[in-house]
């Protein structure tokens, strides 16, 4: 019997970098070398459709993150209104999704990317509360440079940063 010994090289890691550019006001994330400059979660991204191992791990987990379904578990009948209320946000998050079908996509964001976003529109009475939630491809987010306190003042959201 002849022992089968394979060698696996983990040392071509691609670890991102997160720079302030001159004369930029976001913040770039890309790598060092330049191929990936301000585009490395379209590196993550690439890397997700030329792996099918890597498509798998991300899928599954990402499923389980999210789960089967949202259910309220709370049968008590006290404030019906609310529980309606509720169920139809959980139903209809926005005009084209339900809140679960949103958190699916957030969850394969967080297991890509290593985070999401969300736009959320709230009713014109802000004390109605939220209105409607939507996903935002973190792949098209960049952070606004810190203020003077640290603080990020802002986001920028761009369908294709090859070009800025």
Not at 31 to 56: K, M
Not at 96 to 116: A, R, W, Y
Request: with cysteine; glycine share 6%.
């Amino acid at each position: 019997m002849k022992d089968n010994i394979i060698n696996i090289n983990l040392e071509t890691s691609t670890a991102p970098v997160i720079s302030e550019s001159r004369g930029r006001d976001f913040i770039e994330y890309g790598d060092a070398n330049g191929d990936w400059r301000n585009l490395y979660p379209q590196f993550l991204i690439d890397l997700y459709y030329s792996s099918s191992i890597t498509a798998a791990i991300v899928n599954s987990t990402a499923e389980m993150i999210a789960g089967e379904n949202l259910i309220i578990e709370d049968e008590d009948v006290r404030d019906l209104e609310a529980r309606v209320k509720l169920q139809n946000f959980m139903d209809r998050a926005n005009s084209n999704e339900s809140l679960h079908e949103v958190i699916k996509k957030l969850s394969f964001d967080f297991k890509l990317q290593g985070g999401f976003a969300l736009n959320i529109v709230w009713a014109r009475d802000r004390s109605q509360g939220i209105a409607e939630v939507y996903h935002v491809d973190v792949s098209k987010v960049r952070c606004a440079r810190p203020d003077e306190f640290g603080k990020t003042p802002g986001y920028y959201i761009s369908s294709d940063w090859t070009n800025t």
